[in-house]
């Protein structure tokens, strides 16, 4: 029955640690440990823009993936690295500021190297922790979709592929809930993870999706993002989103489609849904957006800013 295999590719997932890809026999040459590649709409041919990072020898890529939890905000922060690339780079998507130094010390002991510390939009419900980490590990850049317009030290658009050792993340925006909301999906190809992962931010959440009433946000935006950049990906993609409230970790591009209580709804009904939704003005949306559109840092005077 295809519901029991959904069932079942999902328990293997969550219980695996360490998630192993193939690589191709053509990949012979050698890698980048941590590049941005800056490309035209997904489909066309990319050109690439070296940013930073070291050449690696030959290595097979194996993705290490760790979920973890804010309990204040209901915010997931992931961790991914190739830890089959000798520095084993690593990234942290949506950290939070209370946490940095939990993830830190997680990163320290599986030896991994941080390289950046990416964010999917301006969070309105936590300070990003982004800032902190920079702060307390020199050398990780921080990553903010261009659209947001957040200072970081890379700004990424609709397109663009972050590379982290033989991995990489392909960028996707999917404003709505935000002006500059993207979503992160693993790389598609032989040697990238499979099947893919999509860090959806607030876009899209498990049953549900992230507000549209503050931010720029556009119900008629939102509907569309998720549309067309998330619900086209492959039906066995794996959403992992920013936050829960009900304690579900993860879901897929198959089961929202069906399942979720809104965006399976025609654009009218949706719209209407997200109008009448009466939602409270977020209590710490006048500390959290002024902190991450400075990159986490709280202090707002122009020599923290030129610090981020």
Do not use: W
């Amino acid at each position: 029955m295809p519901s029991l295999r959904l069932h079942h590719q999902l328990l293997r997932h969550c219980r695996l640690s360490f998630i192993p890809t193939s690589l191709s026999s053509s990949s012979s040459s050698s890698s980048s440990s941590s590049l941005i590649t800056r490309s035209r709409p997904l489909g066309s041919t990319a050109s690439a823009v070296r940013l930073m990072g070291t050449m690696a020898t030959e290595s097979t890529p194996r993705l290490l993936f760790r979920q973890l939890f804010e309990k204040e905000s209901c915010t997931y922060t992931y961790l991914l690295a190739d830890v089959g690339h000798p520095e084993k780079p690593a990234l942290l998507l949506d950290p939070v500021d209370k946490t940095a130094d939990r993830d830190l010390a997680l990163i320290r002991d599986l030896g991994l190297k941080l390289i950046y510390a990416m964010n999917t939009h301006v969070h309105a419900d936590h300070v990003t922790g982004t800032g902190l980490i920079k702060t307390k590990m020199p050398g990780v850049k921080s990553v903010i979709s261009k659209a947001s317009q957040a200072k970081a030290d890379h700004v990424v658009e609709h397109g663009d592929k972050i590379h982290f050792g033989n991995l990489f993340l392909e960028v996707r925006a999917t404003p709505g809930h935000t002006l500059g909301c993207v979503t992160y999906v693993t790389g598609e190809g032989p040697d990238q993870p499979h099947p893919r992962m999509a860090f959806t931010g607030d876009a899209l959440l498990i049953r549900g999706c992230g507000r549209t009433d503050f931010q720029g946000g556009s119900s008629h935006q939102l509907y569309q993002s998720v549309h067309s950049q998330i619900f086209a990906l492959p039906k066995d993609t794996l959403i992992y989103p920013a936050h829960d409230y009900k304690g579900f970790t993860v879901s897929t591009v198959g089961e929202e489609m069906i399942l979720n209580p809104r965006l399976t709804k025609d654009e009218e009904t949706f719209t209407s849904i997200m109008k009448n939704l009466n939602l409270a003005y977020p209590k710490m949306i006048d500390v959290a957006v002024p902190a991450n559109l400075a990159c986490g840092f709280q202090d707002s005077t122009p020599e923290a800013r030129a610090s981020a």
